[in-house]
């Protein structure tokens, strides 16, 4: 213990340290982390004009702490609807390329890992790694039986640096959240845990292994998608053997030209692979930037290096395309009631004011088609007027935009006016149809109606439990005095459809009753020689159609 407390201080005094030398006295001295500030305050019209500054310092300073902070870095410019974008782009820079570590400690790992010799596991095998990160490196190898590889292997003791540097980083967050109003909007400690998770889990070689495999499985039908096999018997927690791939780079376009690539196929297969990742499987590649895409023969798309990979639900599938479709059809509202669909609309969140940003982002393009957009760029406003207004963008769906921004890079150096927005547009139709299929539809009713079961089985304690609540004078009510408008609609359209309900039940049982005394009587007309039975059996399908519709315009079934 006393030996973790000494290198946590001997830690926390290097990142102090290296903070003051890049000119952050003044940030520090603000936090409290320092006595005094070297500094003169700077101005908020200062602070305007240097961010940019301020960027490439901060970068430097992440990158020379090493790879927990760059890390941190590379996530936190996946935010930019938290963070100003003179900031992000250049923390968009950070690189985790550093010096090689010894053969020697590269052999050591290996054979311990895999329980033999060097020259026993390889017919060959590189001295030289093919590049170095702040986390491993890669060697070329190739196995006895002659198939090229391409072997990672971890830097020896980084697991510890990296827990010391979180530790840290988590310590420093909670201070920021408890003591400065800024820091707990930013959900500073939100990040810091989001690192964390994302660190290590790229510590545990076998995860992206099967993160691979798992992309794999998606494009088993498509040929024109490669993803490169993981030997699964030479890959541990520390040692990751993959297939080799030799291709050229997406961006390298003059070789590609050079060589008869047809670059618009490319970009087409790039779109529609991405997207079917995303929006037909839900799990996706989360950092196709040019390194991590290389083009093979006849136009063969290959992706690598799968330690950072994105999540979508089936409902945050289908809400990320209604809020391109709403965006697409200049919907603000649509947009509003897909954000309270996914749970993110904060107490704080001003209805009408959201509603007027909206609008105003979307006038920013009125002269330009849709099909014109930059999605990514579109997205990552979208999530900075969320942020504005206190909703809570998921990680997962920031990690999605700036992989999006990643392959509108990659696409805008194939083809410059490649219509992406025309690519995606199909995979968004498809979802919606799926979402509103008799199956899907038949089976989230039965989960409903399982669910509604469950509520009704356990009413009875509940109410129970309330009710003595109540008597103890412990009942407390929290109501937003901004949402009673939208918590008295919501409570009126309830009443109003059980109401509908109850009315088309009783219908329903009146014309059963007329339809068994006419069967009893032997009659088929009972009042005025009218057809009740078949005008009822009209109404009543009507009033019931009625019903399935405005539940399903509601987006509640």
């Not at 800024?182 to 990040?191: E, G, L, N």
């Not at 995860?207 to 798992?214: A, D, H, L, P, S």
């Not at 005095?481 to 009146?510: E, M, T, Y």
Request: charged fraction near 25%.
């Amino acid at each position: 213990m006393l030996r973790d407390k000494i290198k946590h201080t001997k830690r926390y005094q290097e990142i102090i340290n290296a903070f003051l030398r890049n000119g952050f006295s003044h940030f520090l001295f603000r936090l409290g982390l320092t006595e005094r500030d070297i500094r003169v305050r700077p101005t908020d019209e200062e602070w305007d004009i240097n961010r940019q500054n301020i960027g490439v310092r901060l970068r430097q300073v992440l990158q020379e702490l090493g790879p927990t902070f760059i890390k941190f870095g590379q996530i936190a410019s996946t935010r930019r609807d938290l963070i100003p974008p003179e900031i992000t782009r250049e923390l968009e820079k950070l690189q985790d390329h550093v010096e090689p570590f010894p053969f020697n400690q590269v052999r050591i790992i290996i054979e311990s890992e895999l329980n033999d010799t060097l020259e026993n596991l390889f017919a060959d095998f590189d001295d030289e790694p093919l590049a170095a990160g702040s986390i491993g490196q890669v060697h070329l190898a190739s196995l006895p039986t002659g198939e090229p590889l391409a072997v990672k292997v971890q830097r020896p003791d980084i697991q510890s640096t990296i827990e010391t540097d979180l530790a840290i980083l988590d310590e420093l967050a909670r201070f920021l959240e408890e003591n400065t109003a800024w820091a707990k909007p930013y959900r500073v400690r939100q990040m810091v845990r989001e690192v964390a998770r994302s660190l290590r889990e790229e510590l545990d070689y076998t995860i992206e292994g099967r993160n691979g495999e798992r992309i794999a499985k998606q494009f088993i039908d498509q040929p024109h998608i490669y993803i490169p096999k993981t030997y699964r018997e030479m890959t541990t927690k520390k040692v990751l053997a993959m297939e080799r791939i030799e291709g050229i780079k997406v961006t390298q376009v003059e070789r590609l030209a050079k060589e008869g690539y047809d670059r618009e196929l490319i970009a087409e297969r790039l779109v529609d692979s991405m997207f079917h990742q995303v929006l037909d499987h839900g799990f996706f590649h989360g950092d196709p930037h040019a390194g991590n895409v290389y083009i093979l023969p006849n136009n063969v798309i290959s992706y690598i290096d799968f330690g950072m990979v994105g999540r979508l639900g089936e409902e945050m599938k289908y809400h990320l395309a209604s809020l391109i479709i709403h965006l697409r059809k200049g919907n603000s509202k649509g947009m509003i009631k897909t954000f309270a669909d996914m749970g993110i609309l904060s107490v704080e969140t001003d209805i009408g004011e959201l509603e007027r940003d909206l609008d105003d982002l979307q006038w920013n393009y009125y002269d330009t088609s849709f099909e014109q957009l930059n999605l990514g760029e579109v997205l990552v406003e979208l999530f900075a007027v969320a942020y504005r207004h206190h909703i809570r963008i998921p990680s997962d769906i920031t990690l999605l935009g700036k992989a999006i921004l990643s392959l509108e890079n990659n696409i805008s150096s194939l083809v410059p006016n490649f219509n992406m927005m025309r690519a995606v547009e199909p995979f968004g139709e498809k979802l919606l149809l799926e979402r509103y299929s008799p199956v899907r539809l038949a089976k989230k009713s039965w989960h409903q109606l399982v669910e509604n079961v469950d509520i009704l089985f356990h009413l009875p304690r509940d109410v129970k439990e309330v009710t003595q609540t109540i008597q103890r004078g412990k009942l407390q009510l929290d109501i937003n005095v901004q949402q009673v408008k939208v918590i008295l609609r919501r409570f009126d359209q309830i009443s109003n459809r059980l109401s509908f309900s109850i009315i088309l039940l009783a219908f329903s049982i009146l014309m059963v009753g007329l339809i068994i005394g006419s069967a009893i009587a032997g009659q088929k007309e009972l009042l005025w020689q009218l057809p009740v039975i078949e005008a009822g059996s009209i109404i009543a399908t009507l009033m019931f159609l009625y019903l399935i519709i405005s539940i399903f315009r509601s987006g509640r079934m």
